[in-house]
């Protein structure tokens, strides 16, 4: 069986009261949307088809899909309207751009099912029996009547607990036969794909109804305080996984997590950390509280923090040590090396076993371009030293206190550079 997916993301997002439509809200540094067109690529068995608006139409995130524009924002019939001739497969199966929690398995599901025609229904709890969702009705023999919508739905059909998923599996053939048949809302004028399941069940085709019994798989992001509470589910589940591989969070609600970050076992994360995009932690690493680290690799038995920043593909070697107010940017951080208390270090690249001291900085930016700093193993570099690259200050070496280094440091050599100290009597005070 061929199969494409269209995904509908086209809408304006007015709910969501930001510049930035909501499909590309971010979940755990991931927008909504990708989380979508992934979960359809474990399963796709053809293409995916994304439904957007002319400002989109060549956002990166639609790279590996195909992509559609729909002209006039007439409603999510109007949306698959404008894909029809996109549809090459057997069947198609519709969903939209704003759930980030459904899972292959609820594809899967729709799938295997052998009708023509059949959709996701969810389970709502009592404390959403309120929502706004549309409403699947029954007969009494238990088999699929009809979609209302909330809105429109009596009051003994508001009561009903089981709701439109908005994940529909459609013959294709089906869909470009009787898409037309949708007639436009009373109210907004708008064309409702939900109605071509009541009007292909007006055709005397049989429906079948997915139930799941779960609500948050199909957790539709339209606010702002949806988003915040899908970045708490995201969150905990991401925070779930690594406890379940062996990794110790001392508060785990205070530790902020990104969608690709990868873990070891016997990692230990203190409170209050926010680990960013591209960050991979080996095992026995230490990351203390208040520390912000993205885009770096800390290798085995590294310890950061607390209230350190490491980021710019930065690299912490085995037994490496990041004391307090210390930043790393775009440098790589020898074994067993240490810089303990308030420096920055940018554009360089230490040896093994060196120290470099409190109020440290290299000066790595000239206003228009950055350089490169080497230090080599063994090297102490006192406190409160600039070191002005492009420099090298290679192995066993010493660096005086408060010197300002602008020139290659040989090895095993001692630098100082600093004013001849002068002390003068004061005069009494009056």
Not at 37 to 61: L, S
Not at 159 to 181: E, H, P, R, W
Not at 247 to 273: A, C, G, M, R
Not at 308 to 332: C, D, P, Q, T, Y
Request: some cysteine.
């Amino acid at each position: 069986m061929s199969l494409d997916f269209v995904i509908l993301a086209a809408g304006n997002s007015s709910r969501m009261k930001s510049l930035l439509p909501k499909k590309f809200q971010e979940l755990a540094e991931k927008p909504i949307v990708r989380y979508i067109i992934d979960v359809c690529k474990q399963v796709a068995h053809n293409d995916i088809i994304v439904v957007t608006n002319k400002e989109f139409k060549e956002n990166e995130n639609f790279s590996d899909t195909k992509v559609c524009v729909q002209e006039i924002m007439n409603g999510t019939a109007g949306a698959v309207k404008s894909a029809l001739h996109l549809l090459k497969s057997d069947y198609t199966i519709v969903l939209c751009s704003d759930m980030p929690f459904i899972e292959n398995k609820h594809l899967e599901s729709l799938i295997s099912d052998k009708n023509d025609i059949s959709f996701i229904a969810m389970q709502l709890p009592e404390e959403f029996s309120e929502t706004s969702y549309g409403r699947v009705i029954k007969s009494d023999s238990q088999k699929f009547s009809k979609i209302v919508e909330y809105k429109n739905a009596s009051e003994t059909e508001k009561q009903c607990l089981m709701a439109n998923s908005g994940v529909y599996k459609i013959k294709t053939s089906l869909i470009k036969k009787y898409i037309d048949f949708i007639k436009p809302d009373e109210t907004s004028s708008e064309l409702y794909f939900t109605d071509l399941i009541n009007v292909l069940k007006n055709e005397n085709l049989d429906i079948s109804i997915i139930e799941e019994k779960e609500y948050w798989p199909f957790l539709g992001v339209n606010t702002m305080s949806d988003l915040a509470l899908a970045e708490e589910l995201t969150q905990c589940k991401l925070r779930n996984n690594f406890m379940e591989k062996g990794v110790k969070f001392h508060d785990p609600k205070s530790v902020y997590l990104s969608f690709d970050t990868i873990i070891e076992e016997d990692v230990v994360i203190e409170q209050n950390v926010i680990i960013k995009q591209n960050v991979v932690i080996k095992k026995g690493a230490t990351v203390k509280a208040f520390s912000y680290i993205e885009d770096c690799e800390l290798c085995e038995n590294s310890i950061v923090g607390p209230f350190a920043r490491i980021r710019g593909n930065s690299k912490l070697m085995e037994n490496s040590e990041i004391g307090n107010f210390v930043e790393i940017k775009s440098s790589v951080i020898g074994n067993k090396t240490k810089i303990k208390h308030l420096a920055y270090i940018g554009d360089t690249t230490i040896g093994t076993k060196s120290n470099i001291g409190a109020g440290t900085i290299t000066c790595n930016y000239d206003g228009v371009r950055k350089h490169k700093t080497l230090i080599g193993d063994n090297v102490m570099v006192g406190a409160n030293c600039s070191l002005i690259a492009p420099l090298e200050i290679k192995s066993d070496s010493l660096l005086g206190a408060g010197s300002v280094v602008n020139a290659d440091v040989p090895p095993n050599s001692l630098a100082i550079s600093r004013p001849k100290l002068e002390i003068k009597q004061r005069k009494p005070n009056p």
